[in-house]
């Protein structure tokens, strides 16, 4: 799963986390338990959902999707609490991630004017 660009960057989000969570547990437990499912339900998600196909696949891509904005959440609440931490490079890998997973939940259709392959 190395070449799937999704689960990369989300795998990288979660190590830019990982000092976000420790911080935020001095401040709320539940917000730093939050913050790490989150991360974690985004990169299972997409395992999952890189395995199945159809709607089965874009159900899976969704929840990703919907975990992903959780983060963004926690740290926004974190910040409107005034809790310290350093989330500025998260922040810029969450909105990788945001972008990869919106493209995978609204795919492009397909052409029906596209050129047909001789004899077809």
């Given amino acids: 799963m190395n070449k799937f660009a ?3 960057v989300a795998l990288d989000l979660i190590r830019c986390l990982r000092p976000i969570v420790i911080a935020l547990k001095s401040h709320d437990a539940d917000a730093a338990d939050q913050l790490t499912r989150a991360g974690t339900s985004v ?43 350093e989330a500025t490079l998260a922040r810029e890998i969450l909105d990788r991630e945001l972008a990869l997973l919106w493209g995978l939940t609204h795919p492009k259709p397909r052409d029906r004017h ?3 392959p001789q004899g077809a």
């Fill in 6 to 8: 999704a689960y990369t």
């Fill in 43 to 85: 990169l299972n998600n997409l395992a999952e959902g890189s395995r199945r196909e159809g709607k089965d696949r874009l159900r899976f891509y969704r929840f990703a999707h919907g975990s992903a904005n959780e983060i963004r959440a926690v740290l926004d609440g974190a910040d409107a609490w005034g809790w310290p931490n």
């Fill in 114 to 116: 596209a050129r047909q």
